[in-house]
């Protein structure tokens, strides 16, 4: 639904009428997001965004709100789109609307309304990207490469034939691993345009949204949409990077009877079995299993032979950027009926006479049926996001000097992104002495 907001602008998002329910949430994520708030606050008074076009393809959440609060208030004209269809929470794209953010996003969009929201945002000529996923990077590449396919026409329907809008990007900022394997991949094969800062890459994103993130609203996520008991059941994570770790950590901590971890890099399934987990195969999991869940990055994680050897019951999920993990074809293959049993489970009906629940269509199960990350652990995550963007904005000229490549956020911001968040949870810490000092410099200069 195409809405008139009160500034007589076109959105495209969900009711309108939700403005009032969204500026209440949007109180309640900014009281949780104070180093963001800091950010907004100097943003306030330097405005060093003034009069940037910021592209952003984001999950529209409670959190994102703030992110774009703080641009706002740095002078940036926003125009935003959701990273994924289901992940949207309705009354805030009414809420920013009425504060100026060009918003196109709803709650379970098909994909021509998908694509249709990349192309307003690209329609839109943006200085700077921000994506969760690389979604926005990808048709931008492919407009310029004169690549077509569906998604491709139907952005097209709402730019035209222009191809060359990504020559007004400066730099790009990228949120989630997934998006930063895509991008890496691309500046691999020279393919990538412009610079993109590895947002996910730096310690305040990945050691704590990932783990802490991740963990908690996974496990949230899967409660909303079964309200089953953790405790006792045999719970498999497929794949033990920060995200699986901070999966399979909470699982525990719930109570489950056996953490089955699933890998294929040893390193990983290392670290899995010195935390206590299990480590064996998916086909051996799989028959044990009564919740499994991925975080992989990678497809067809879950697939025909381990659904063959499921018990009867067995809840499945995904937690990566795509609903790729889970082979549903292959699901729906083996399957003779299937009932939407309660919101965001499907119930499969096997001809083998079991039962399993697909939870959320398979796509990330945080943002599906629960609303994703906290706004506490986000406050790191945007208030890096919010910092690559001033950096771009500064250094826009030797960032287009280093060529086109995904580029690590300096230390000394996400040092000082931790800092400040130590700050505000009240965490003294120490400092050295100038004796110290001088030990450890004494190492550093080998004298
Ligand atoms: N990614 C994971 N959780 C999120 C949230 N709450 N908001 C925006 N992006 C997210």
Same mark, same amino acid.
């Given at each position: 639904?195409? !809405?008139?907001?009160?500034?007589?602008?076109?959105?495209?998002i969900k009711d309108f009428s939700l403005k009032d329910e969204g500026l209440k949430t949007m109180q309640w994520a900014e009281s949780r997001m104070p180093v963001l708030q800091l950010i907004k606050k100097r943003f306030e008074e330097e405005k060093p965004l003034k009069g940037v076009r910021i592209g952003a393809c984001l999950h529209v959440?409670?959190?994102t709100s703030q992110?774009?609060?703080?641009?706002?208030?740095?002078g940036a004209?926003?125009?935003?789109?959701?990273?994924?269809?289901? $992940?949207?929470? +309705?009354? !805030?794209?009414?809420?920013?609307? $009425?504060?100026? &953010?060009? &918003?196109?996003?709803?709650?379970?969009? +098909?994909?021509?309304g998908y694509y249709r929201s990349i192309g307003n945002v690209i329609k839109a000529r943006p200085n700077i990207t921000i994506d969760d996923g690389a979604d926005l990077v990808s048709i931008l590449h492919k407009l310029k490469r004169g690549e077509t396919d569906e998604e491709?026409? #139907?952005?097209?329907? &709402?730019?035209?034939?222009?191809? +060359?809008?990504? +020559?007004?990007?400066?730099?790009?900022?990228e949120e989630t691993t997934t998006g930063i394997i895509r991008l890496q991949a691309m500046a691999d094969d020279g393919a990538l345009l412009y610079p993109i800062m590895a947002t996910n890459s730096s310690p305040c994103k990945n050691l704590y949204d990932n783990v802490y993130g991740t963990g908690q609203s996974t496990i949230d996520g899967i409660l909303r949409a079964t309200a089953d008991l953790i405790a006792s059941k045999?719970? /498999?994570?497929? @794949?033990? @990077? %920060?995200?699986?770790? @901070?999966?399979?950590?909470?699982?525990?901590?719930?109570?489950?009877?056996? /953490? !089955? !971890?699933?890998? &294929?890099?040893? %390193?990983?399934?290392?670290?899995?079995?010195?935390?206590?987990?299990?480590?064996?195969?998916?086909?051996?999991?799989?028959?044990?299993a009564d919740i499994i869940v991925t975080a992989t990055g990678c497809k067809d994680v879950i697939r025909k032979e381990h659904?063959?050897?499921?018990?009867?019951?067995?809840? #499945?999920?995904? $937690?990566?950027?795509?609903?790729?993990e889970i082979n549903i074809p292959d699901l729906e293959a083996l399957s003779t009926n299937k009932t939407q049993i309660r919101p965001f489970v499907e119930q499969f009906s096997l001809s083998n006479g079991r039962k399993i629940n697909l939870l959320g269509e398979g796509r990330l199960i945080n943002l599906a049926a629960a609303e994703g990350h906290p706004p506490e652990v986000m406050?790191?995550?945007? $208030?890096?996001?919010?910092?690559?963007?001033?950096?771009?904005?500064?250094?826009?000229?030797?960032?287009?000097?280093?060529?086109?490549?995904?580029?690590?956020?300096?230390?000394?911001?996400?040092?000082?992104?931790?800092?400040?968040?130590?700050?505000?949870?009240?965490?003294?810490l120490d400092e050295l002495t100038p004796e110290q000092e001088k030990y450890l410099s004494s190492w550093r200069t080998g004298t």
């Open positions: 639904m195409t !809405i008139e907001t009160e500034t007589g602008e076109n959105y495209e959440t409670k959190e992110l774009c609060e703080a641009w706002l208030a740095g004209e926003i125009y935003l789109c959701a990273s994924n269809p289901l $992940s949207t929470q +309705d009354e !805030i794209p009414a809420a920013l609307a $009425s504060k100026g &953010v060009h &918003v196109y996003a709803w709650k379970f969009m +098909d994909a021509e491709v026409e #139907i952005v097209k329907k &709402v730019i035209g034939n222009e191809t +060359d809008i990504i +020559d007004e990007v400066w730099g790009g900022a045999v719970f /498999v994570v497929g @794949g033990y @990077g %920060h995200c699986g770790k @901070g999966i399979a950590m909470r699982a525990k901590g719930l109570g489950a009877r056996r /953490v !089955i !971890i699933t890998e &294929v890099e040893p %390193h990983a399934a290392l670290q899995a079995v010195m935390e206590g987990m299990e480590v064996m195969s998916m086909h051996e999991a799989a028959k044990f659904f063959e050897v499921m018990k009867d019951g067995c809840l #499945i999920a995904n $937690s990566g950027h795509f609903n790729v406050d790191l995550s945007f $208030s890096l996001q919010a910092l690559a963007s001033e950096y771009i904005v500064k250094n826009k000229e030797d960032l287009a000097k280093m060529g086109e490549k995904v580029v690590q956020i300096p230390e000394d911001i996400d040092d000082n992104v931790a800092y400040l968040k130590c700050e505000t949870l009240g965490v003294k």
